[in-house]
Structure formats: C-alpha cells, structure tokens
C-alpha cells in the first residue's frame, strides 16, 4: 500500500511537470474551457430560457461538468502514447506497483481539473455568476465536480488502453461524451427536449451531477448531491478495476 | 564464464516455452541457457518470436507452456522480485520526451523503490557514463535517436539489474551509434552482466554473443557459438579472382577436384568449399599455376553468419543490405 502511494506520487509528478513545458496542452485547459463559456453565454444564453434563473447562474454549474468530465481525455491521449512508445513495457517491467500507472494519471487529471474548474468559476464570476450556497455548500460543490472528473478519467484510461491510436481515442472519446454531456441539464432544461431525449436526460449521470451541483450552489430544487456522489463510485467502481486489468495485459504496438 | 566444476545456475533458463495468440503459434517450444557474464543472441527474422520470447522472460507476458527461469527466478512464481533484478531496453527507445534525461531516470530510480536524492545521484552518473550529461537537463524530445537508446539503456541499468535484455538495440541507429552501443554492451558483460540480445544484424550478434540461438516462426532450428554455427554450414570458401575473366573456365576446371561441390563463377572471380583446411590453397595455386592461369588475388573466406542463416531457414535474415554477397 506504501509502495502504491508512492509510486502512484511519482507517476502524478511525472504526468504534471510536463504541463509548463508543453503550452498547448496548458492552452487547452485555460482558455478552451473559457471559450466554452462566453460562447454559450452570449450566443446562445438570449435564445435559451431557463425559467427562474439568468442563463449566467443556469450555465455554470452545467459547463464545468461538462468540461472536468473532459478532463480525463489527457489520460486516455497520454496512455495510448505511452502504449505506443514502449513505456507502458518499461513500466511493467518496474517492481512498481501495478495500478500506479493509471492511478497517477488520474490523480494529475484531478490536479489539472482542479486548476480548470477555478478558471472557469472565475470566468462565471466575471461575466454575472453568483452563488446562493454557504461556503459548505461552495466546498461541496467542488468536491462533487473533483469526484465526478476522477470517475471519468478511469472510463478515459480505459479507453486509452483499448484503442489502436489516439486519434481513435480522440473520436471514440467525443462520439461517448459529447451526446452525454449534451443530453443532460447541462445546458438547457431537460423539459424543453423531446420526450424521448427527456427521458434519457433525466437519468443521465450528467444531468444528475449537475442538478446535484445546482442545488449545492444555487439552492435549486430536486437534485440529489448523494445520487451524484454515488454515480462518481459507481463509475469508478466499474471501470478503475477493468482499466487495471487491461493494464496487466497491456502489450505495447 | 563460470569456472567449472561449480555448480553454478544459468543467468538464462528456458525450457519448452510455447506462447500462442489465437492460432498463430508465436513460440512452439523454446529452449535455450545462458550463462552468467555471457551474451546470448536471438537471432531470427522479423515475427520469428523474438519479441515475445523477450515479453515472457521480462514478466511482460504469461508463457502457455514450459519453464522460464531467469537470475535464478521463475517468471510466473517470482515475478515481483525478478523485476528488481532485469534491465529492458525494448525496441523503442521508452523514454519520456516531455522529462529531462535527468527526470527520466530519477522517475524509474523512484520506482525501483529509491529516494530522491539517491535516484537522482544515479541518474547523474548514468548521464555522464552514456556522454549524456550536457543533455540531462533538456527534454528527451530534443533528442537524436542515439541519444535517446542511450538514455533508454541508461534507465534499464538504474537498478544495477545483474541481467540485461536488449529487443534489437541497434535498429535505426545509424553506424557511429551502432559501434557505440556495441562498445557500451561490451563493457556492461565485462562488469559481469549477462545480456540477452535480440537482432537481425547478423554482424552484432557474431561481434557480441557468445551463443547464438536462431529461431525461425516460433522454433528454434540452431544454436552454438558463432564459430559452431559457421562450421555447420559447412567449411571455408576458397575465392580466387582471376587476372584475366576469360580463362573461369579453365580455372572451373582445374579448382573441380579440391571440392565436393561444383565451384561457382562471377565475373573474374570462382568460389568453391573447401572442407580440409590445411594445404588448400598451395594445392590451389599449384593447379591454377599448372593450368597456365594467372591469379590477381586469392583467399579462403569464413563463413558470415549471413551464410548461416540463409542454409539453415532456406531465406536471408531480414533487414540486411549483404543479402546478395550469400547467394
């Protein structure tokens, strides 16, 4: 146990000092995100009505799950290289820890998220967002996005073993995420979809998490913060364990 | 070598390995040994079985079959600890191009279970051993190829692993790297390592391995030393190049008798197998002198390992630009 903490701390450092050397990826957590946002809200945000609420305050919460949710694609990208450039060999044949690989990466995913969940929360302050939560509350939140973006980045380095290539995982990841993301209350309310995409939203996990994270920052009604938790473990109780698996098999090219 | 008489274990021990994916019977029953200090060659062409073989001894991969021993460790039973005591250099230069040479090291220092400070005094004198100090503290990806084998074969030796496993260590470099490479392994086994080494260079296994196994889709169809292997293909070549072309015939027929085989021709040169080594180039020149025959050159010829592979698997070992001169 000692010796996966430690290994998984390595790995993290080695997944995380690369970040100031490498700018477009650091671009990709800054100032995509960003981008993300003041497009919603000012293309989108006049024609979208989210009755009870600005568009500003409806959209925050839904953008930055979605976007931690997307957090994990560095993993799944920098896995399938590893694969491919023989690392992943190299590490196998370490006397490391065997889930260490994969759970250092998703713990730098959750330091990276952490970083692109603050800049875009100060975006949303700057263009109108407001709080109606305690600081509890506030915490909360940011623990529930950090435990949702965890979970997804072992579906990610799942996928990141599976594929032949990362531009496969690059499509294969979206084609999975995107409709998720989208069909969900994320970005406009579910009653305003057809039946049959309403009934798909209301039980995505995305739509849970983010009604989960209405009620903690905006004090709306009807989401449940413990279903949110409880999807988070359930997603990395299914898929850490088949990622780990697939790890021990993994056979570079 | 071992001295003899001790009953030393082989660094190497493999019996009846067979490894398959789906029907493609990768490794249908390998056996070979190595002893501590030596270098063993497999040698083999592309999807002979190589790289598994390497997958297997290094704890990559399961075997289906057989017994894998290596420092003394069994593959399966041992795996944990035998993975402090191997170094793999595969045939991608496994490094980290976003990390220093530097950070590339000092990580799988720290994931041999070393502190910090300790993995990164290793990774210094590495960097400075493989003439990669001035590079240390650049990214890999500002590497040459060389420079990166270099620091791949670096991290394999963070540990001091006493055995050594090289997967085609030399493809893609080019000729000065390839010299340097074979020095640095020279140096590693006369510290005591035992390397095992994958290649489709025929030369770099004749100039390092001090046995040969040549395995041919998943078998292994020889095995000896350079010099066994040369032998079994037959003797020594007498080459005799002609000072005038027109006479081949004439010498054809004068140089007929000193071999089983019918001497070939090419231009102004005429070939032949000789087996009896003693005297046969006297008794040569002897013949081609009696004939009227005037000779601008003549010399027996060892067997290349070329010649050994192209008798014993019936094609030319892949990837080599000398295919023509073993016909």
Same mark, same amino acid.
């Given at each position: 146990?000692?010796?996966?903490?430690?290994?998984?701390?390595?790995?993290?450092?080695?997944?995380?000092?690369?970040?100031?050397?490498?700018?477009?990826?650091?671009l990709?957590?800054?100032?995509?995100?960003?981008?993300?946002?003041?497009?919603?809200?000012?293309?989108?945000?006049?024609?979208?009505?989210?009755?009870?609420?600005a568009?500003?305050?409806?959209?925050?919460?839904?953008?930055?799950?979605?976007?931690?949710?997307?957090?994990?694609?560095?993993?799944?990208?920098?896995?399938?290289?590893?694969?491919?450039k023989?690392?992943i060999?190299?590490?196998?044949?370490?006397?490391?820890?065997?889930?260490?690989?994969l759970a250092?990466?998703?713990?730098?995913?959750t330091?990276?998220?952490?970083?692109?969940?603050?800049?875009?929360?100060?975006?949303?302050?700057?263009?109108?967002?407001?709080?109606?939560?305690?600081?509890?509350?506030?915490?909360?939140?940011?623990?529930?996005?950090?435990?949702?973006?965890?979970?997804?980045?072992?579906?990610?380095?799942?996928?990141?073993?599976?594929?032949?290539?990362?531009?496969?995982?690059?499509?294969?990841?979206?084609?999975?995420?995107?409709?998720?993301?989208?069909?969900?209350?994320?970005?406009?309310?579910?009653?305003?979809?057809?039946?049959?995409?309403?009934?798909?939203?209301e039980?995505?996990?995305?739509?849970?998490?983010?009604?989960?994270?209405?009620?903690?920052?905006?004090?709306?009604?009807?989401?449940?913060?413990?279903?949110?938790v409880?999807w988070s473990?359930?997603?990395?109780?299914?898929?850490?364990?088949?990622?780990?698996?697939?790890?021990?098999?993994?056979?570079?090219? | 070598?071992?001295?003899?008489?001790?009953?030393?274990?082989?660094?190497?021990?493999?019996?009846?390995?067979?490894k398959h994916?789906?029907d493609?019977?990768?490794?249908?029953?390998?056996?070979?040994?190595?002893?501590?200090?030596?270098?063993?060659?497999?040698?083999?062409?592309?999807?002979?079985?190589?790289?598994?073989?390497?997958?297997?001894?290094?704890?990559?991969?399961?075997?289906?079959?057989?017994?894998?021993?290596?420092?003394?460790?069994?593959?399966?039973?041992?795996?944990?600890?035998?993975?402090?005591?191997?170094?793999?250099?595969g045939?991608?230069?496994?490094v980290?191009?976003?990390?220093?040479?530097?950070?590339?090291?000092?990580?799988?220092?720290?994931?041999?279970?070393?502190?910090r400070?300790r993995?990164?005094?290793?990774?210094?004198?590495?960097l400075?051993r493989?003439?990669?100090?001035?590079?240390?503290? !650049?990214?890999?990806? #500002?590497?040459?190829?060389?420079?990166?084998r $270099? &620091? =791949?074969? @670096?991290?394999?030796? %963070? /540990?001091?692993?006493?055995?050594?496993?090289?997967?085609?260590?030399?493809?893609?470099?080019?000729?000065?790297?390839?010299?340097g490479?074979?020095?640095?392994?020279?140096?590693?086994?006369?510290?005591?390592?035992?390397?095992?080494l994958?290649?489709?260079?025929?030369?770099?296994?004749?100039?390092?391995?001090d046995?040969?196994?040549?395995?041919?889709?998943?078998?292994?169809?020889a095995?000896?030393?350079?010099?066994?292997l040369?032998?079994?293909?037959?003797?020594e070549?007498?080459?005799?190049?002609?000072?005038?072309?027109?006479?081949?015939?004439?010498a054809?027929?004068a140089?007929?008798?000193?071999?089983?085989?019918?001497?070939?021709?090419?231009?102004?040169?005429?070939?032949?197998?000789? !087996?009896?080594?003693? #005297?046969?180039?006297?008794?040569?020149?002897? $013949? &081609? =002198?009696? @004939?009227?025959?005037? %000779? /601008?050159?003549?010399?027996?010829?060892r067997p290349?390992?070329?010649?050994?592979?192209?008798?014993?698997?019936?094609?030319?070992?892949?990837?080599?630009?000398?295919?023509?001169?073993?016909?």
């Open positions: 146990m000692r010796r996966l903490v430690a290994d998984t701390m390595v790995i993290a450092e080695r997944n995380l000092v690369r970040l100031p050397r490498a700018p477009d990826l650091l990709a957590f800054t100032v995509q995100p960003v981008m993300f946002v003041l497009l919603f809200v000012y293309v989108f945000g006049g024609a979208i009505v989210t009755p009870g609420y568009y500003e305050d409806f959209l925050i919460p839904g953008i930055i799950v979605q976007n931690i949710a997307f957090g994990g694609f560095v993993t799944a990208l920098g896995l399938n290289e590893d694969l491919h023989g690392l060999d190299r590490f196998r044949s370490l006397p490391m820890a065997r889930p260490a690989v250092g990466r998703t713990l730098a995913d330091v990276t998220n952490s970083l692109s969940v603050a800049i875009l929360l100060a975006t949303g302050l700057i263009i109108g967002f407001s709080f109606d939560a305690s600081f509890v509350e506030i915490v909360g939140g940011l623990g529930v996005l950090l435990a949702f973006g965890y979970a997804f980045s072992w579906v990610f380095a799942l996928l990141g073993l599976l594929v032949s290539s990362p531009e496969a995982a690059n499509s294969l990841g979206f084609i999975a995420v995107f409709p998720l993301t989208f069909i969900s209350s994320a970005f406009v309310p579910v009653d305003s979809m057809p039946a049959a995409l309403q009934w798909f939203a039980v995505n996990p995305f739509t849970i998490v983010v009604d989960a994270m209405r009620t903690l920052w905006l004090d709306a009604p009807g989401g449940s913060v413990w279903g949110a409880a473990l359930a997603i990395i109780a299914v898929f850490a364990p088949l990622a780990v698996s697939r790890y021990r098999k993994a056979a570079s090219h | 070598m071992p001295a003899r008489g001790y009953t030393t274990e082989p660094a190497i021990s493999v019996t009846g390995l067979k994916f789906g493609v019977r990768a490794l249908d029953g390998v056996d070979l040994e190595a002893a501590p200090g030596t270098v063993i060659g497999l040698l083999g062409p592309n999807g002979a079985g190589k790289t598994t073989a390497v997958r297997v001894m290094t704890t990559l991969l399961a075997p289906d079959a057989g017994t894998v021993r290596v420092a003394g460790l069994d593959v399966i039973r041992d795996a944990a600890v035998l993975r402090t005591r191997i170094g793999l250099a045939q991608y230069a496994a980290d191009e976003n990390l220093t040479g530097v950070e590339n090291l000092v990580m799988v220092g720290r994931l041999y279970g070393e502190g400070a993995a990164k005094r290793r990774a210094r004198e590495l400075e493989f003439e990669l100090g001035d590079a240390g503290d !650049r990214p890999a990806r #500002g590497y040459s190829g060389g420079m990166r $270099r &620091l =791949d074969l @670096a991290a394999a030796l %963070v /540990a001091r692993p006493p055995v050594l496993f090289l997967d085609e260590p030399t493809t893609g470099l080019d000729p000065r790297s390839r010299l490479m074979w020095t640095t392994i020279e140096d590693l086994v006369a510290d005591g390592t035992t390397v095992l994958t290649t489709q260079y025929l030369d770099e296994a004749d100039r390092l391995a046995t040969i196994v040549v395995i041919d889709s998943g078998r292994v169809i095995d000896g030393t350079p010099d066994e040369k032998d079994r293909v037959g003797g070549r007498l080459v005799v190049a002609l000072a005038d072309a027109r006479r081949a015939a004439a054809i027929e140089l007929a008798p000193l071999s089983d085989e019918p001497p070939a021709s090419d231009g102004d040169t005429v070939s032949l197998t000789v !087996r009896g080594r003693s #005297g046969t180039i006297v008794e040569a020149v002897r $013949r &081609l =002198d009696g @004939a009227g025959i005037g %000779v /601008a050159d003549l010399g027996l010829r290349t390992l070329d010649d050994v592979f192209l008798s014993l698997t019936g094609h030319a070992a892949e990837a080599t630009d000398d295919e023509e001169e073993s016909r």
